[in-house]
């Protein structure tokens, strides 16, 4: 019916939408019996036709057009044949006005209104675009060239071409899910869209203000047009939109990776929805999407990584890059291809050997081509290779050195912890890395880099001056910034005077680098091994020379701020005039109130003296005297001064900004002066925090020991790390062992070393070289090639039982810092409505008797503790005030009386128009007010 009122007629449909059946045999012609012919079927020249156009072909002619010398007949697809049958309309003036029943069902127009309506709906621009997107989508998927964003009549003919051929093909139908159906929308798409919506709003206000106001007034534009609404959509983009996030800055790795985050959630799609088809890794996701690196919560698999060689088109598609075969030998050409573009491709692994010509080796070559399909082909039939095996991942996966030997699972661990590792006061770059570890590092833009050639005539720690012959070139360094994780922002020069400089040379690293490359943790010698229970279900244990030797300590800095605001009784005041403090606590802070710069402080100090105040009361008698004797008010005024918060040992204040209003300086509304205080504190490895390597064996350290307790290889060297062997079989984690082996290697040679993921060392290589510097160093077990040691006990000198796996890891310390989440709490604030004190830390709260923990308490029997759980110890509001007194004065404790949850249930019920009552045992209603 739409192509009929577009203007086809049944001879033009029959047309369009037929096919040939070549060559035409009797058993071939049997399936088509029934199917109306397209064209005039002709079996001698001058004859009259055997069928005309538009009749069906019958059996009867079947033997005849077998018998004639025709290469083809053609006839109408099935479907389109159904649809005319079942067509009610006949002419275009029908066709017209049964499509504009369905568009418009109450309007009653001519049919030149009707043309024209759904000429203007579907192929002016005004109406409907495809936009540059769309046009270059539907011309690949119906072989198109045409290029105006408008739609054509073609688009839709062709269009109903490619769907009635679906049945015979099921390759043409889309798969949503694959990443040819998929686009990016970068933040200048996202930006644009803000943008139109904003002008789009402000346009439609000032239509409708255009009657209110005279054009020729004065003010007339400025009153019709508000900039207020596209100001509006621009801030809820970048201010309030969920895809405006701070960046993470926890190490230069943790940066790089969130500038390259995809996310799969918006139009529409929400994690609740989102279903394992739109989370799982799909075929098109090879070398344009990381399989490995995701979070691990609600969010799995709608949040991933760009692959490492990845980008994106102007179109907002993915494409990855390969590099061209022609004739069996790799050119240096390289492509970069959309996902659909590989399903017609044979492409050869990044891992095919190649002679030194570059031609493809051996008579078959294996190759992928289509959809998930593997075959092998011969040389000369291969279009592409890969360009390297890290291709297929993301930046952290591919820092995972011997990915190849982990567990999917454990390797999505490691590529996440590597990116929660905190800077270490002296950085050290992996003994075993995959080669990726400059590129990751200088493309972080946290390392200082020669931007020109020349001579350094200057370093100092705040910046470095570079001369080519008299022009100077000043490079300032950043100098214990905070990061927005409260890690440390830091460069230190690696040149000195005099040293000459090229483009791109390194003049300073940053934090987590070593010599310019990525250096998130420490190279520790590490034994594989139970150690008396004390690593017991991934716990680790640590020698103490880690803690002497500050080789894991990290420096964190935080930022206070305080406020003095216009309040309804008068300014706060930030000043060192405090009432009611002690000379003591006042020492630190100089004459404005404000903490001085290298003041070392603990729990507890002030920070900025503030003061605010507060409203008339009654005096005291104690007032009535003071005033009485010395003939003055007292200051009304409390105290709200910014104190240090709870931290394990000393912090040192190492930065103080100052903002006043009366200086010039821009602040919020109703704001006076801001003060900033930066406190930096350096953290040594402690019991309870967390270590992992780059396998996803992670572990909390549960004791340090003594050096001269470690376990200790036969040349003395002691063990800085045991693990334990039982995370290593069931988390099929490999290859952290393969890691240790070649790390020890490494150490014993003073080199280090990169293995490529899926292009690194070998097993056997790894072993035999292993052995040889062992035999060298005095280290040898005789044949043994299995890279294990007879390490003996720290504490007796005795061997122990069995060879050890032994060898230098790489481990990094964890932003999960035990000092940082202990907390203790004897009174505190409580909830308004439950009365029930707050919960976690940062509230000062206490630790929450869930409903679990009360069946435990049931189970047991343990009925006084119970009800002092849920009563005194939560929130009887009036038996933990006598509970109180009772302990101070040493007297008897007095019975727990009513819950104020329980009250608020009652209260609740009444809001509902019920009137519970409650009794006691003798029958007296209880008042529980």
């Known amino acids: 019916t739409l192509l009929r009122a577009l203007g086809f007629d049944d001879a033009r449909i029959r047309r369009y939408y037929s096919f040939d059946v070549s060559p035409p045999t009797e058993s071939r012609l049997e399936t088509y019996v029934g199917h109306i012919v397209s064209d005039d079927i002709i079996v001698k020249k001058n004859d009259d036709p055997l069928v005309l156009a538009g009749q069906t072909l019958q059996e009867e002619h079947l033997p005849i057009i ?19 049958e079942d067509d009610q309309t006949v002419t275009q003036e029908e066709a017209l006005r049964a499509v504009y029943r369905r568009l418009r069902p109450s309007d009653r127009s001519s049919p030149a209104q009707m043309g024209e309506y759904i000429e203007n709906l579907y192929f002016h621009t005004t109406g409907y675009q495809l936009s540059e997107v769309g046009r270059f989508k539907v ?61 789009v709003r402000m346009a439609r206000i000032a239509r409708d203000k255009l009657s209110k106001y005279a054009l020729e007034e004065k003010d007339t534009i400025r009153r019709l047009i508000s900039t207020r609404t596209v100001q509006g959509a621009i801030n809820q983009l970048f201010y309030t939109g ?127 081509t289509g959809r998930e399909e593997v075959i092998l082909a011969p040389p000369e039939a291969v279009n592409y290779i890969g360009i390297s095996p890290q291709a297929l991942v993301g930046i952290s996966s591919a820092l995972i050195p011997f990915l190849e030997h982990d567990d999917s699972n454990r390797a999505l661990m490691g590529a996440n912890m590597q990116r929660q590792s905190v800077p270490l006061l002296r950085p050290e770059a992996p003994l075993v890395g995959t080669g990726l570890e400059r590129q990751a590092a200088m493309d972080s833009g946290m390392l200082l880099v020669a931007e020109e050639d020349g001579t350094v005539a200057e370093v100092d720690a705040q910046q470095i001056v570079v001369k080519k012959g008299k022009n100077k070139r000043t490079y300032p360094l950043v100098n214990f910034e905070r990061s927005n994780q409260d890690t440390i922002l830091h460069q230190r020069p690696v040149v000195q005077e005099g040293d000459k400089v090229s483009v791109g040379d390194l003049l300073a690293d940053g934090p987590s680098s070593e010599s310019g490359e990525l250096a998130l943790g420490r190279n520790l010698l590490v034994a594989v091994m139970p150690f008396e229970g004390y690593n017991y279900e991934d716990a680790i244990v640590i020698s103490d020379r880690l803690v002497r030797e500050n080789l894991l300590d990290s420096i964190h800095i935080e930022e206070f701020e305080v406020k003095a605001e216009e309040t309804k009784l008068g300014p706060e005041e930030i000043t060192a005039d405090i009432p009611n403090i002690s000379k003591e606590d006042l020492k630190n802070l100089d004459e404005d109130g404000i903490v001085r710069e290298g003041t070392v402080v603990r729990t507890g100090d002030i920070l900025v003296g503030k003061i605010t105040p507060r409203g008339e009361s009654e005096p005291t008698p104690e007032e009535k005297i003071f005033r009485s004797i010395f003939g003055e008010r007292a200051r009304n005024v409390r105290n709200t001064s910014l104190r240090m918060r709870p931290v394990a040992g000393t912090a040192k204040v190492i930065k103080v900004k100052k903002f006043s209003r009366d200086q010039g300086d821009e602040l919020d509304a109703g704001v006076n002066e801001l003060v900033k205080v930066f406190v930096a504190q350096r953290k040594t490895i402690s019991i309870g925090d967390k270590l992992a390597g780059r396998h996803g064996n992670k572990g909390v350290i549960s004791t340090i020991r003594p050096m001269a307790e470690m376990p200790f290889l036969p040349d003395g060297t002691p063990v800085d790390v045991v693990l334990n062997p039982m995370g290593v079989p069931s988390r099929m984690n490999l290859g952290q062992i393969f890691e240790a082996n070649l790390g020890w290697l490494a150490a014993l040679r003073g080199v280090n070393v990169a293995s490529p993921i899926f292009d690194g060392a070998q097993e056997e290589e790894i072993l035999e070289a292993l052995h040889d510097e062992r035999e060298k160093a005095g280290l040898g077990e005789g044949d043994n090639y299995d890279g294990k040691v007879v390490l003996r006990d720290g504490r007796t000198g005795r061997p122990f039982a069995r060879p050890i796996t032994v060898g230098y890891m790489y481990i990094l310390k964890l932003e999960h810092i035990a000092d940082e989440k202990i907390h203790a709490r004897s009174t505190g604030p409580y909830a308004l409505i439950t009365q029930q004190p707050l919960g976690g ?55 727990p009386g009513l819950p104020e949850s329980f009250k608020v249930l009652l209260r609740e019920l009444r809001s509902l128009g019920l009137y519970p009552r409650v009794y006691d045992r003798s029958d007296h209603e209880v008042d529980i007010t």
């Open 66 to 84: 077998a018998k004639s010398k025709l290469k083809s007949i053609r006839l109408v697809n099935r479907f389109m044949q159904k649809a005319l």
């Open 139 to 199: 011309n690949r998927k119906l072989g198109m060239e045409l290029k105006l964003s408008a739609l054509y009549l073609a688009d839709i003919v062709r269009t109903i071409r490619v769907l009635l051929e679906v049945p015979n093909n099921l390759a043409l139908l889309d798969e949503k899910d694959h990443l040819a159906n998929k686009r990016v929308r970068l933040p200048g798409e996202l930006a644009e869209n803000a943008l139109r919506t904003g002008l």
């Open 242 to 368: 969920r895809f405006s996030q701070f960046l993470e800055q926890t190490n230069p790795l943790t940066e790089l990776t969130h500038k390259r985050r995809l996310n799969a959630l918006g139009g529409g799609l929400t994690k609740r929805r989102a279903k394992i088809e739109v989370r799982d890794v799909h075929s098109s996701h090879y070398a344009r999407i990381c399989p490995i690196e995701t979070p691990e919560g609600q969010n799995i698999g709608l949040i991933t990584s760009l692959a490492c060689y990845a980008s994106v088109n102007k179109f907002g598609f993915l494409v990855a890059p390969y590099r061209k075969v022609v004739k069996g030998k790799v050119t240096n050409k390289i492509d970069y291809l959309m996902a659909d573009d590989e399903e017609h491709l044979m492409i050869a692994p990044a891992t095919t050997p190649v002679d030194k010509a570059g031609r493809l080796l051996g008579e078959r070559v294996e190759v992928r």
């Open 841 to 895: 830390k940062a509230q000062f709260g206490g630790q929450r008797l869930g409903e679990m923990e009360v069946w435990a308490l049931e189970a047991y029997g343990a009925s006084a503790l119970l009800q002092e759980m849920l009563t005194v110890k939560s929130d009887d509001t009036r038996g933990r005030i006598q509970l109180y007194k009772a302990i101070l004065k040493g007297e008897e404790f007095p019975k």
